[in-house]
């Protein structure tokens, strides 16, 4: 069986940062698939399971409310891996004109003082979340983002 795009990759060379995975044409519109790597893969822990879940939920809850951006957003979830969050947005835009939107989602978390959606009827493992670990790794990605831009 062909691997799939992403698992050509060189995953020993992957950085945390914001990269473009893949551009696809669906019909007459196009999406463009980010990889929004906080860890190094198979060099570095991986995020808490409930650390990321509650990730998961704060920056979609954060994107799909964000003014400029929201009719963009088709998807934020996160990797199979726990080393970071795929983003799938309408159009085709270069990583830098995403890193504000990702920053300033990154930094929000520091904010929150609930997680959005983690109640039995809105989430299928509500009991799964940690917001303390969630700020932690949030302040840790926007550090790397602020230290590494351009």
Not at 39 to 66: C, F, G, Q, W
Request: charged share 20%; glycine share 8%.
């Amino acid at each position: 069986m062909e691997l799939i795009q992403s698992f050509t990759v060189d995953h020993t060379r992957i950085v945390p940062g914001i990269f473009t995975s893949r551009g696809d044409g669906l019909g007459e519109y196009r999406v463009t698939t980010y990889d929004i790597r906080l860890k190094k893969p198979n060099r570095e822990p991986v995020i808490d399971v409930a650390a990321m879940h509650s990730l998961e939920h704060i920056i979609a809850t954060y994107l799909r409310n964000d003014p400029d951006w929201k009719d963009e957003v088709i998807y934020w979830g996160p990797m199979g891996c726990l080393t970071g969050f795929y983003l799938i947005l309408k159009g085709s835009r270069a990583p830098q004109e995403i890193y504000d939107l990702l920053l300033d989602a990154f930094r929000s978390v520091a904010n929150c003082e609930e997680v959005p959606g983690a109640a039995p009827v809105n989430c299928g493992h509500y009991l799964m979340h940690n917001l303390g670990m969630a700020k932690w790794y949030a302040a840790e990605f926007a550090h790397y983002l602020e230290e590494n831009a351009g």
